[in-house]
């Protein structure tokens, strides 16, 4: 026999895991009284609908002595979870960490579960640096018996402003009105009335970054004429124009256009509702287009919602 021969038995035998092509012996498999080879074991056993078992098992008495030390380490940690469809390792993270906050070794990612990173800060003076650099990431404090994956930031501070408004309306007034429009208003960034900065208002104010950011808002001037100001919001750089979130980019949006109409009203609603402002409908002009300008020390603002 041939080594083609013989290594075709080989094959024919393995793949129809029947009968061995042995043919310098003459013999089929039926001879044979292994199993395996073409011998067919037939249950007549019924076949039985699959029922879902109840989950059981031990139950462990965990007491505070074990955890304390570790739970003391964890209380030194921050959550960030990364406003971003993208996933990036804890080494990337730790590099933009680095270059951008520039703190040296007194914050450090640990630990990773998706979008959820674990940042361990030295100095309670780092923990609040970093609690103010959303939105690039949302740091939440860790919280005890929680899951990673369970801990979910639903609201967070930043810096908005509002832009394109004749000078009288930029006073603690109207930014107030303004801020709890797009959110929940703070403060605004001077003292006392007027403001010199005449290009816009810097509002601090706390949003849902899981909806579609407001971009903006009708008022009444006092000669009757009702026109727009336009909200810009600050370390935005990855915004869609489709459904107005944070964290991706129009070319990245899975949400239906019917989806994100049935929002956005959902949002003028609630706004109608809490503070009893008439909604008017503009169809000249698209929501989620507008560029702003430049922003102290960026070169680039043209991935911000304005």
């Known amino acids: 026999m041939g080594k083609r021969n013989a290594y075709l038995e080989i094959v024919a035998d393995k793949d129809m895991n029947a009968e061995s092509l042995h043919s310098n012996s003459g013999e089929s498999s039926e001879a044979s009284d292994g199993e395996g080879q073409g011998t067919k074991i037939l249950n007549h056993v019924p076949i ?64 990773r579960d998706g979008n959820k990173y674990v940042i361990f800060v030295q100095t309670e003076v780092v923990r609040q640096f970093v609690l103010q650099e959303n939105p690039w990431l949302v740091d939440a404090e860790w919280k005890p018996n929680t899951k990673l994956r369970d801990m979910k930031v639903d609201s967070i501070l930043i810096w908005m402003h509002v832009v394109d408004l004749p000078t009288e309306y930029l006073n603690h007034v109207m930014a107030r009105k303004f801020g709890n429009v797009a959110g929940r208003f703070v403060m605004a960034d001077w003292e006392g009335d007027p ?66 109409e049935d929002e956005v009203n959902e949002q003028m609603e609630e706004i109608r509702r809490e503070q009893s402002y008439e909604i008017v409908l503009d169809n000249q002009h698209n929501l989620f287009t507008y560029e702003g300008p430049l922003q102290e020390g960026e070169e680039d603002y043209n991935n911000n919602i304005q």
């Open 195 to 260: 403001t010199s900065n005449v290009r816009f208002m810097r509002i601090r104010v706390w949003i849902n970054p899981h909806k579609p950011l407001i971009a903006g808002a009708f008022y009444k001037r006092d000669d009757g004429v009702i026109d727009w100001a336009i909200f810009s919001y600050e370390k935005v750089h990855r915004f869609c124009k489709k459904c107005g979130r944070i964290c991706h980019t129009q070319s990245q949006c899975t949400h239906l256009n019917a989806e994100i």
């Open 48 to 111: 039985e609908n699959v029922v879902e078992k109840a989950r059981r098992g031990p139950v462990l008495e965990i007491i505070v002595e074990e955890i304390e030390r570790d739970g003391e380490i964890w209380k030194q940690c921050v959550v960030g979870d990364l406003l971003d469809s993208r996933l990036f390792s804890t080494h990337h993270l730790q590099s933009w960490i680095n270059r951008v906050w520039r703190v040296g070794n007194n914050a450090r990612a640990i630990a």
